[in-house]
């Protein structure tokens, strides 16, 4: 649907976490992302070619991807400058952010005058159901984290990369813009309305091979009071047969809430299995995913030993040092 | 806003559940509810006079408000030419229906003929902030039940009228088209977008007199697998001082989903109080509503009488005896 490869816009991100869009694009498609776009006072970097727009159109980008969001999603007037030169240079644009590209009357226009597309995928494609809790057929394992932003995305990817190598039958199932943007299709779920988000989760995962597992991608957290309702649809509406606990183990606080602690993985434990028994009694944790991208190897590595001789569970950075573990708690 | 007072329109209500709209009205503002406007095979009956549309104009109705809900939530072509005819004999039309009045053309013409207005109250009129989790002040309680609707409206509804019978501070805040229907405002819960449900709670239920009490109107069940996400928002954007169990004795299943049991109070309670000690670490589940419509008074004296040894919190039907042992227990 969106056209292949990329121009990564970055923007002005005030930080690296910020272009978490951007970042995985280039890590599970590094073949559809061809450079990235700085702005003055940008502070991430993908360690891609930096590309202005001419650049990238000749070594043959055909959208410019916004890799960066904001908390609110505002398109700022300096993006406005670049997105309407990127449209009449002859990019299309793709968004995920709140503040939609159809929303700004001059980008309209300007890609009505070029015939270029406006793809703004946080946007809802589909009239989703009310969830009916009927159980479905094959698997499914949903990544619960002590915050938001600590890996789950990539713990699924992982996952579900590991699962094909294997030969395994495997489908990673997007819940939110990067991963819309990496596969191509999702439900957008933090712009569902809120009756048919857990009917969106059921028509994501629908009836499948007994042998076959759909990785669904998390959101939020049952412990961010933010989003915690978006984590409870994810639960009840993916009626997951395997949960993972997902954890960030150097943060200090909830993200974007200073007064916030984190809970221990114990207490997510406790929090997450309950409710997902409702919807599916046969629910288990099966295992432990642990972002250690902020600590070095030997830290990561004792921190992983750790959490396994305390939680009794299998225990990885599914990105730094493979999936094969979750795995193989998965295949057991 | 709605111009009062109103014909309540019943339509072709499948039972009398299905017209708790009306019923709401009925009983907490009866001096806006001139009479009730049924159709064939109407199963619902407020014991109001039945009258057609003249009748209802000259009794005064300036209002026709649609006051029954369905599953899907659509406005049928039989409905339609009441709605029309109502709009012709100079009827406002009032609805909270996922089917939106504004998206039929014919209804909008006619509207616009007429100089009548179309109130959708289920569509929200502000863009609310995602949430920050910051302590208000003042207070705040929520009832939270083993099904969707099993008395929680009615809990707060009762609650608030006790509170300012008794010359205590108090505010009925609504999260539903009923609510908002009684009340003239309020936010239609499950039609916020994921993202933002928590926040519109909080913007619902600001900073307020320490000695103020919110009564906030709780939606869904945290064991309701369609509607447990809107739950979860309520209990982390309200972020409650005080939790009252609402129960539903004869229910033999969850609303709507026939394989689904009931849970107990007891795990109701020990799901929904550690979830809300996560906003509000001194939160406590301070009292139980039993709703004993369909039980005679011996019957429900016992019950009640039961589940007060059992929980040892103080129990009653607030709408049949009187919501005083609530207030008493969230006074103390």
Known sequence: MIETPYLLFLGDAPDQLAAKVAQGIKDWRPENAVGQYR?????????????????AKAAGAKTLVIGVANRGGVIS???KKVLVMALEEGFDLASGLHNLLRDEPDLVAVAEATGRTLHDVR?????YPIANGKKRAGKRVLAVGTDCSVGKMYTALCMDAEMRKRGM???????????????????????VIADFMAGSVEWLTPDNDDDHWDHIEGQGS???????????????GGQPDALILAHEPTRT??????????????????MALPLARVANPDCQVVGISVNTQHMDEDAARAYLAEVEAEM???????????AGKLVDALAA
Do not use: N
Not at 39 to 55: P, V, W
Not at 123 to 127: A, D, G, R, T
Not at 253 to 270: F, I, V
């Open 39 to 55: 702005m003055d006072g940008c502070k991430a970097d993908l360690g891609l070619a930096d590309m202005d727009l001419a650049a």
């Open 312 to 322: 009794g569970l299998p225990a990885t950075d599914p990105f730094r040092f493979g």
């Open 123 to 127: 946007i809802p494609s589909v009239q």
């Open 222 to 236: 049952l412990f961010h009071v933010s989003y915690s309702g978006v984590t409870m649809a994810l639960i009840h």
């Open 169 to 191: 039958k495997s489908s990673f199932r997007a819940t939110g813009q990067t991963g819309i943007l990496i596969t191509g299709e999702g439900v957008p779920l933090d712009a």
């Open 253 to 270: 606080h909830m993200r974007g809430l200073p007064e916030y602690d984190l809970p221990s993985l114990t207490a997510l434990r406790d």
């Open 77 to 79: 007037p300096e993006w």
